[in-house]
Nanobody, 125 residues
């Protein structure tokens, strides 16, 4: 089992920045990749960004490319999401996720095995 705990959400004005953190514990040696998803009110959960745990390759949704940066610190078993130039449409609950299976799509929610509890990000206009 892998446990994930997110932190760093909050309220920010449009154009501002936030950094989310997700600390993993438990069987962290089994992690293949970690990602961030988000769910806005009345909408389905959607992919935001992912990072391969060993190679560090990154993947982004088109809606956040150039504004968000995902990174990881293997020594701390932590993944970060730096969010810049935030927009009101970025308002959502952000979830950290981890997957243990090699291959497959980084963009697909079903590929992820473990999930955090979520952290609220609110961007005011």
């Amino acid at each position: 089992q892998v446990q994930l705990v997110e932190s760093g959400g909050g309220l920010v004005q449009a154009g501002g920045s936030l950094r989310l953190s997700c600390a993993a514990s438990g069987r962290t040696f089994s992690i293949y990749a970690m990602g961030w998803f988000r769910q806005a009110p009345g909408k389905e959960r959607e992919f935001v960004a992912a990072v391969n745990w060993s190679g560090g390759n990154t993947y982004y949704a088109d809606s956040v490319k150039g504004r968000f940066t995902i990174s990881r610190d293997n020594a701390k078993n932590t993944v970060y999401l730096q969010m810049n130039s935030l927009k009101p449409e970025d308002t959502a609950v952000y979830y950290c996720a981890a997957r243990v299976r090699y291959g497959g799509s980084y963009y697909t929610e079903a590929e992820y095995n473990y999930w955090g509890q979520g952290t609220q990000v609110t961007v005011s206009s």
